[in-house]
């Protein structure tokens, strides 16, 4: 069965540093996505990409991030001079195509767990 | 007012057991309701979702959403070990999950 992928597991850095997480979204998806899980809250939306740009973001994601598909299979998250807040599970997810009858069924990775020190 | 609230439990109950968990909302244009379950530390999986009103079975889980009142219950018949996750209710507002916090369900043996 497909599924969605990351890379790595888990990222641990120093305050500061820039970070690249990694994500294969499903492949004959279309609709990419980015959320963030602090340790004990709630999924919280980032992010989504369309037809190589930005649909919709939401207000954690600020000038501090960035998206990219940088080639027909990565999706990445960029996050520059990270901060001790940033330190959650990141997840991708992927949907089909908008306007399909299964455009709203995302499908989440295993998640890269960042720590920063 | 929170967008979408569950009860964070955890919710104990025996195998075999009936298990009802909710959770409601206060966006009247949500239309999608989507049911996860979580691992501890794994991606959320996706079990099922509803569109607007009514039910969705689905072999030992049931979906039901009550748009008159903004509340949605999963109803997991014959409940198992391995059903001890936590279950996150969301619902789609444009292009994104607005997620509820989770309900922790522990189904001992």
């Known amino acids: ?117 | 007012q929170k967008e979408v609230e569950q009860d964070p439990g955890p919710l104990s109950v025996p195998e075999g057991a009936i298990v009802s968990l909710n959770c409601t909302y206060s966006n009247s244009a949500f239309q999608y309701f989507m049911w996860y379950r979580q691992y501890s530390r794994k991606g959320p999986e996706l079990l099922m979702y509803t569109y607007s009103s009514g039910n969705k079975e689905d072999g030992r889980f049931t979906a039901q959403v009550d748009k008159s009142s903004k509340y949605i219950s999963l109803f997991i018949r014959d409940s198992q070990p391995s059903d001890s996750a936590t279950y996150l209710c969301a619902m789609i507002e444009g292009q994104k999950l607005v997620f509820g916090t989770g309900t922790r369900l522990l189904v001992s043996p």
């Not at chain 1, 888990?10 to 994500?23: A, D, K, N, S, Y």
């Open chain 1, 1 to 117: 069965e497909p599924e969605v992928t990351q890379t790595p597991s888990h990222q641990v850095t120093q305050m500061g540093q820039e970070v690249i997480l990694r994500c294969v979204p499903i492949s004959n998806h279309l609709y990419f996505y980015w959320y963030r899980q602090i340790l004990g809250q709630k999924v919280e939306f980032l992010v989504s990409f369309y037809n190589n740009e930005i649909s919709e973001k939401s207000e954690i994601f600020d000038d501090q991030f960035s998206v990219e598909r940088p080639d027909g299979s990565n999706f990445t998250l960029k996050i520059r001079s990270t901060k001790l807040e940033d330190s959650a599970m990141y997840f991708c997810a992927s949907s089909y195509q908008p306007g399909t009858v299964n455009s709203y069924e995302q499908y989440f990775g295993p998640g890269t767990r960042l720590t920063v020190t």
